[in-house]
């Protein structure tokens, strides 16, 4: 790929005779921990990455964790010892004890002592010279994220490990049940690139006919959800399909153990970028689509060199979904919502998912600015940042959570639970479909707590049969960290969902509930 945008950012990247003034000549080294702790956590765990150690080797003799305290100094001895790094990718879980009853924000810091060349060096995070110092800090939760029984939380696009090419990197999925875990998540989707997952490990811009690296991450997923009860990761990929205009578009293709294949805009081969794969053959052959993105990824560069375009109305006939709501809300999420609602408005049963795209971060996310020449650091693309919640009646394995996926049993939230159904028939809510009769009561919820503010407004809003637009029928602007709703079945309705807005800026909005 020439043009980054996210993930663990490469610096020792070439592009033939320009310069790359972001090259250090050491591996980049780079520590990953949790922004948020649910209370009652025991260990704190910490990640860390070292690429192109192959290039620099490094020794690593210390690894401390340090924890600011507002009044108050910890600090837990994770590593000491003599550890000789010289992969291209090696990354390392730490898990320590949690002493402490804290709750609030505090910073974290890991310093790293290693040796390289016969030098002594110490960093604090990470080892990227080109960003300024600054503060990572985590919230110790006093209060569990809100959800309510039979709800679990997950963030449905994710990257591991196996995207893994000049300029990016994620983390290995057998690594991140802990971080994820003590933030409150109970599911992860795994939907790394479709080049990336066809490719030789150790050289990207060749072919594996084999596909060694996509049987290697099902059998990853395969060995950790035999591992655990109360974590689980869903197999998928992020599939770069050719649109109806001949342009790339990324599809999340969850739940199959068969490969899609995927490189038109994977830039492994100078001035080929045409798709070699069609978002209309992978809905031919049964896949389960989610639109990634639906309206990010086109700017000017990657429109020109990678061909890359949006989804149009023809595309989105031939998805299940649409994750509009990618880690952030900018454009692309204000556009993809009103496309979503004019899809919804004109019958179509598309469901809405949300989540971070991360390349396996969790405190921070470091990017290309402009390539060769300039980084930046975000808190922007984290892992569990935005975040799809499922309904479950009994707790999920990967199976029950894809079959409720696909079902629209499901919410999308940066912070608020939501909750609807019918009254007297619990087991109809959102995605399902019920008669539009006298009688048919709908019954909403929503809980927040302090950590993502009081409600500043919960609605049940409809979405009239005849297409011209939806209504807000019933509307709670009282303010508290609870509120319930409840409005009539109305014929006039082709379905009704449930939106909330805190006083922080944290949104939810549910998956209609159809009406025939």
């Known amino acids: 790929m020439f043009f980054p945008f996210i993930g663990y950012a490469e610096v020792h990247h070439r592009r033939g005779s320009l310069p790359n003034f972001l090259w250090q ?43 600011l305290f507002p009044r108050t100094k910890h600090e837990e001895s994770l590593f000491k010892g003599k550890m000789l790094v010289n992969k291209p990718l090696k990354q390392l879980l730490f898990e320590t004890p949690l002493r402490t009853s804290y709750s609030g924000e505090a910073p974290v810091a890991v310093e790293v002592r290693y040796f390289i060349g016969g030098r002594e060096k110490i960093i604090t995070n990470h080892n990227y010279m080109k960003i300024k110092p600054e503060l990572w800090m985590t919230r110790f939760a006093e209060e569990s994220r809100p959800l309510f029984p039979g709800w679990y939380a997950g963030d449905i696009h994710w990257h591991s490990s196996m995207s893994c090419d000049d300029v990016e990197f994620g983390m290995d999925v057998e690594l991140v049940r802990p971080p994820a875990s003590v933030m409150g998540l109970h599911f992860i989707a795994v939907t790394d690139h ?3 997952l066809d490719d030789l490990y150790q050289n990207h811009r060749e072919k594996d006919t084999r596909l060694s690296k996509w049987k290697d991450l099902q059998k990853s997923i395969d060995r950790m959800n035999q591992k655990s009860v109360d974590f689980t990761l869903i197999r998928g990929e992020e599939a770069s399909l050719g649109n109806d205009r001949g342009r790339n578009v990324h599809a999340l293709i969850l739940g199959s153990r068969e490969f899609v294949p995927g490189s038109g805009d994977s830039a492994e081969a100078t001035l080929q970028n045409k798709p070699d794969n069609s978002l209309k053959a992978v809905r031919e052959e049964g896949h389960f689509i989610i639109a990634a993105h639906p309206f990010e990824g086109a700017h000017l560069l990657p429109y020109l060199f990678l061909r890359r375009g949006t989804w149009s109305d023809k595309d989105l006939e031939l998805a299940d979904g649409m994750e509009f709501y990618n880690g952030n809300r900018g454009k692309g999420f204000d556009k993809g919502k009103k496309k979503w609602i004019e899809r919804l408005l004109k019958g179509q049963k598309i469901y809405a998912y949300g989540g971070s795209d991360a390349h396996g971060d969790f405190i921070r996310y470091f990017k290309i600015e402009v390539p060769f020449l300039k980084m930046g650091s975000s808190r922007d693309h984290l892992t569990g940042a935005v975040q799809t919640h499922v309904q479950c009646r009994k707790v999920p394995n990967e199976a029950i959570l894809l079959e409720n996926l696909k079902k629209g049993h499901c919410y999308v939230t940066d912070g608020p639970a939501l909750s609807l159904e019918v009254k007297g028939f619990p087991e109809k809510g959102m995605g399902d479909t019920v008669e539009a009769a006298e009688g048919v009561i709908l019954t909403a919820k929503a809980l927040s707590t302090a950590e993502y503010g009081s409600f500043r407004r919960v609605a049940l809003i409809g979405g009239k049969r005849d297409g011209t637009g939806e209504v807000t029928f019933e509307e709670d ?40």
């Open 194 to 196: 479709s080049y990336d």
């Open 477 to 516: 602007f009282t303010g508290g960290f609870t509120a319930a709703l409840e409005g009539k079945a109305e014929a006039r309705f082709r379905y009704v969902r449930i939106e909330a807005e805190t006083e922080t800026g944290k949104i939810a909005f549910s998956n209609p509930l159809f009406l025939d």
């Open 25 to 67: 000549n050491e591996p980049e080294i780079f520590c990953d921990f949790p922004r948020r702790i649910e209370p009652g956590t025991r260990e704190f765990p910490v990640i860390i990455s070292v690429k192109d150690a192959h290039l620099f080797p490094i020794f690593i003799v210390e690894v401390t964790l340090k924890f």
